[in-house]
């Protein structure tokens, strides 16, 4: 017959349950040692538990299975005297499921199970082919009914087979068989004829849900033990770790503080004897190049200091949080060439090759912190020159890595074939205060905190950071930064109307990714551009096309000379042809190597190395429309402020002297006061005397705060609208914005640099 589910027990829930037990477990053991004890002990005592409790229900399972078994033997025993076995032998095939006798039999059958709480209650006899046939069950519905057309394989039903051999039996409670037949346990018993003679097997069944329940929770108290052991094992462990790695953690912090300071000591020690020594070799020269000498050294070596400085204020500053990124809009490849400049000149006394590529569909102007993305690409490629040997390649690549409506998501890489990282090298690089190798900082100096300022401007920037190295091959530093474009981007020509159709360019430059610029260049502006990568090839196309409007020239291909003399000779007088032009782009190496045979060719304008897309555009624009465009008023005239008067409020002499031999050229007369009560006092006596005040933050007796809102009180008709400029050392942006809530203009940061006066100078003195 048809046994039907009833209920399978599965474990999915309990799976389920112990993923979030030991899910709990692992939070639970992220706590102190004290917690971790606790959570030891109540282990300890829930394994008690568990076990009595095991024991104790085992005892009750065991009992009252050995009672179900027997009381199953007892039915099948009953279920086997109701039908008699000539009845029985009545009802061979479907036909007879019509006779008399099979209703009356499945009506005896149905009162006996109702009596004693049976779920089915049947008989079955075997066949000549090793089969059971039904004969008739109790059942009256006809999805669960099984009559004499019914049959199942004898192997199916080893208690019933037993049954047949004159045994009473019941199946094993929480055997296989119960978990195959959905939860149901049968008995059989067999049926005799007048003869004696086994005819058939009586059969019932009863649900098996109660019993399989209480022995999955058998099982679960076992898993629960395993667990709690387990977890006690971890406590334990965990507790032991835990003390040992505090003694860890405080050595290695010991370590990095005295690493820190070492590197610190050396970083601002080196320079400082740097100046120190340049200083008293100047005062005993005489000699006028010699003191430049030392000064130009001075210069390097405080600069040098000053960014050791400045990585310590930005890693303080991110410590407490106080980091910030400010949203301008500038252009990036003009960006680029600054920080390409500072860097280059640093490859090339290093010979090392500088290579920038740039996508085609990287913005001009986008709107993000150009201060800061140049601090990264600084760092970044400044350790690249630095850990490269001599002749090795450093290369910057910058693409556009998505783009929705307004954000774009820059990727900037810098690749160098210098000394590269271990994986567990790379483990502590963006650490403050950690560097690759503990020797690095002796080897090729440095702070280990430029990586780790790095990383938090980029993540400020909705960027990530990371790198890729193989030891002895070289690395590659990749970030990602989000930002935002103008709508109109600039255009690539200038205001002259020019027919760019009708020019001719020719790029005889051996670098690919410059060959792209080129091409891209033309494809923007609509002239006709052809690429040689090599002299012969150069003068080849001049010998067949004859008149290019302008040549660039690569001042590393071999023979230069070669396309300068066929340029030149090109031009046959009587032609009415206008000249060529030619410009060479050579790095300062290369114009040091090539500078006695520059000054015998006749070259129109140079360009340096490495040429950005943006370079091309200007060149082409200044030879072609730009020469009637007006001069610009010089320099001199422009940072000339004869006439004008400042308020310097400083209470350092020394400070006082060199803001005053700064500006020395620009004819401004600086008044000095020496704190905030004299500059207060100085210009309520004649306000209408001076232009502009540069006031000191801190100074004695009145700050330059407590000043500044003094002289914005006075009763005097410039005191509201004179520009202040703060001039301190105090450069956190809250600073800044204390400086304009106590009435002041602007702020220029210490040390002086003297290009940032004079803008401050344009700016409110024009």
């Known amino acids: 017959m048809r046994k039907p589910d009833v209920g399978n027990v599965n474990g999915n829930a309990v799976a389920q349950w112990m993923r979030r037990l030991v899910g709990a477990g692992g939070k639970m053991f992220k706590s102190n040692a004290l917690t971790m004890g606790l959570c030891f002990s109540l282990t300890a005592f829930l394994v008690f538990i568990f076990l009595y409790s095991t024991h104790t229900i085992s005892v009750s399972l065991k009992t009252q299975n050995e009672t179900i078994e027997q009381h199953l033997k007892s039915l099948a025993l009953l279920a086997a005297d109701i039908v008699s076995a000539e009845e029985l032998s009545q009802i061979k095939d479907a036909e007879d499921m019509e006779k008399p006798v099979y209703a009356d039999a499945k009506k005896r059958l149905n009162e006996f199970s109702e009596q004693w709480g049976l779920l089915f209650t049947y008989y079955i006899r075997a066949t000549a082919d090793g089969r059971f046939q039904y004969i008739v069950d109790n059942s009256y519905d006809p999805e669960d009914t099984d009559g004499p057309d019914s049959f199942f394989d004898i192997d199916d039903e080893p208690a019933a087979m037993a049954a047949l051999e004159g045994n009473a039996v019941s199946q094993k409670i929480g055997s296989e068989y119960s978990y195959d037949w959905h939860g149901i346990i049968s008995g059989y018993a067999p049926v005799y004829d007048r ?66 300071l070492s590197n610190m000591s050396h970083e601002m020690r080196t320079p400082m004897n740097a100046i120190l020594g340049m200083t008293a070799i100047a005062k005993l020269s005489y000699d006028v190049e010699k003191k430049d000498y030392c000064l130009n050294n001075i210069d390097t070596a405080a600069m040098h200091m000053l960014s050791v400085i400045n990585d310590i204020l930005d890693i303080s500053k991110i410590e407490v949080s106080k980091f910030k990124i400010s949203q301008v809009s500038f252009d990036f490849e003009r960006m680029l060439q600054k920080v390409i400049t500072i860097i280059h000149f640093q490859a090339e ?102 990586l780790a300022i790095s990383k938090r401007i980029v993540e400020m920037m909705d960027g990530k950071i990371w790198v890729e190295s193989t030891p002895g091959q070289g690395s590659t530093f990749s970030f990602t930064i989000q930002a935002k474009t103008e709508k109109k981007q600039p255009e690539e020509t200038t205001d002259f109307d020019v027919d760019w159709s009708g020019i001719r360019v020719l790029a005889a430059y051996h670098a690919t990714e410059i060959q792209d610029y080129f091409m891209q260049a033309a494809r923007r502006l609509g002239f006709v551009c052809d690429i040689s990568a090599d002299s012969e090839h150069a003068c080849a196309l001049i010998e067949k096309n004859g008149d290019y409007d302008i040549v660039f020239i690569d001042g590393k291909i071999p023979d230069i000379a070669d396309i300068i003399e066929r340029v030149r000779n090109d031009e046959r007088p009587g032609q009415n042809k206008k000249r060529s032009q ?72 020394i400070n006082q002297e060199i803001v005053q031999a700064l500006l020395e050229p620009t004819r401004l007369e600086i008044v000095c006061a020496g704190n905030g009560v004299e500059a207060v006092k100085l210009f309520s006596e004649s306000p209408e005397n001076y232009d502009i005040i540069f006031m000191d933050v801190q100074m004695p007796e009145m700050d330059g705060y407590a000043a500044t809102r003094t002289i914005r009180a006075l009763d005097a008709p410039n005191a509201r609208t004179i520009p202040i400029i703060a001039m301190t050392a105090n450069v956190f942006r809250e600073d800044v914005e204390e400086c304009l809530a106590a009435g002041m203009n602007d702020h220029i940061g210490k040390p002086v640099i003297f290009e940032e006066v004079l803008k401050k100078l344009r700016e409110y003195l024009g």
């Open 195 to 260: 003869n004696g003679e086994i005819y058939c097997v009586a059969g019932v069944d009863i649900k098996d849900v109660q019993i399989l329940w209480l022995e999955n929770k058998i099982r679960l108290l076992h898993i629960l033990q395993l667990v709690t052991l387990f977890l006690a094992i971890i406590a334990v462990v965990r507790i032991v770790s835990t003390y040992r790695n505090k003694v860890e953690a405080s050595m290695r912090a010991s370590r990095a503080k005295s690493e820190f």
């Open 582 to 653: 030619i410009a060479a782009v050579v790095s300062s190496l290369e114009w040091e190597i090539l500078s006695e045979k520059f000054r015998d060719f006749d070259i129109d304008h140079f360009l340096s190395k490495p040429i950005l897309p943006y370079s091309i555009t200007d060149c082409l624009n200044a030879c072609f429309g730009a020469h009637d465009a007006p001069q610009k008023q010089e320099k001199a005239e422009v940072d000339a402020f004869p006439g004008r008067r400042a308020l310097l409020a400083e209470d350092l002499e």
């Open 349 to 450: 006394e290093k010979q090392q090759e500088f290579r920038v590529n740039i996508g085609e569909n990287v913005p001009r102007v986008i709107i993000a912190d150009d201060q800061r993305l140049t601090q990264v690409l600084t760092n970044l490629l400044y350790n690249a020159v630095k850990f490269t040997p001599d002749g090795g390649v450093i290369t910057l690549d910058a693409r556009l890595a998505n783009e929705t409506e307004d954000i774009k998501t820059l990727m900037i890489s810098v690749t160098d074939t210098g000394i590269g990282i271990t994986k567990e090298q790379q483990s502590r690089l963006f650490t403050s205060f950690e560097q690759a190798d503990n020797s690095t900082s002796r080897r090729f100096g440095g702070t280990g905190l430029g």
